[in-house]
């Protein structure tokens, strides 16, 4: 993993945690004061634009959450891509590893939603090059040591272990024979040996949100590495489209993309298990929120419904 870097602005840096440790009113002064400025998106852990006095634009993120090593793979994926001078990725300028509430300061990407785009399936290709650019790179450090977080390895122990163990507790539910009928049909498919299956590695960002994606002046461009490791391209294309954040991307747009995003006739059954997986496994994370989220739950069921009937587009 490359050294941290020696110019982080530690004063600047102090100051902020002081302010953010005050919270309320003191903290937007300090804000002000400082030329910092909180940025949306940061779902897990807080970002923040510094102006410096010479002008320059710089995202500073603080890792509320130290678990998963999230600091040190964030930091050892962009260092990874640096020479490659991608423009679709930020560019790490220093990391201050404090143990609490570590810091990691990168060049600013300007751009507007992917998901908010007109042309879904231009956007859609964009992000395909990007990735395929990103997988095209060496592994090396940290980023050939751990897998991304998230990986198939994980989707699995949830739904072998955890949600199983939890639908057996929740018996009584009208749904429960249903979900238990979807894990076994996924069962009886082997999608999970499949899933397991040694494939090349490649570089993954770890997390297929679309949120983390802009379209830019130089293409599709995305951002939070934190999740970041190796994994594999059926997976990781298998992952983006069953992401729930891509819901309201049509099949007929993705199944398009698909060639761009590394799917072949060789590693079609490999895409089509991680598929089944991804989708099953986002069945299990509103199972647990499927009052609060009825709808999303709904149709996330019909969802995983679809790709294990006849009707599959992807097919």
């Not at 979900?179 to 590695?201: C, F, R, Y």
């Not at 770890?206 to 802009?214: E, Q």
């Not at 059954?269 to 999303?296: G, I, M, P, Y």
Request: aromatic letters at 8%; charged letters at 25%; proline letters at 7%.
């Amino acid at each position: 993993m490359n050294a941290p870097s020696s110019e982080a602005p530690k004063d600047l840096l102090a100051a902020l945690r002081q302010a953010r440790a005050s919270g309320g009113d003191a903290l937007s002064s300090a804000l002000a004061e400082l030329g910092v400025r909180p940025l949306a998106g940061g779902m897990q852990n807080d970002l923040y634009r510094w102006t410096s006095p010479v002008g320059d634009h710089t995202v500073i993120k603080f890792y509320t959450k130290t678990d998963r090593r999230r600091a040190d793979r964030e930091w050892a994926a962009l260092n990874l891509l640096k020479p490659q001078h991608f423009r679709t990725v930020p560019t790490p300028l220093w990391l201050d590893p404090a143990e609490a509430e570590p810091a990691l300061g990168m060049t600013h990407l300007h751009g507007t939603p992917l998901i908010e785009a007109n042309d879904q399936l231009n956007a859609l290709r964009g992000l395909a090059h990007t990735t395929t650019q990103l997988q095209a790179v060496p592994l090396s450090g940290l980023m050939a040591e751990l897998p991304r977080i998230d990986s198939g390895e994980h989707y699995l122990v949830r739904l072998t272990q955890a949600w199983p163990e939890l639908l057996d507790k929740q018996a009584d539910d009208p749904l429960a024979p249903a979900m238990q009928k979807l894990l076994a049909t996924w069962h009886s498919n082997g999608d999970a040996d499949v899933v397991i299956e040694q494939d090349e590695p490649v570089l993954s960002r770890g997390d297929a949100n679309l949120l983390n994606w802009l379209q830019t002046n130089n293409g599709a461009a995305c951002v939070d590495f934190e999740y970041a490791g190796f994994s594999n391209r059926p997976f990781d294309a298998a992952d983006h489209i069953e992401h729930i954040s891509a819901r309201d991307v049509p099949d007929f747009v993705w199944v398009d993309v698909l060639p761009e995003l590394g799917v072949t006739d060789a590693n079609r059954k490999r895409f089509a298990a991680n598929q089944r997986t991804c989708a099953l496994r986002w069945l299990a994370v509103l199972w647990k929120q499927r009052d609060r989220r009825h709808d999303e739950f709904t149709r996330q069921h019909e969802r995983v419904e679809m790709l294990f009937g006849p009707s599959n587009p992807y097919a």
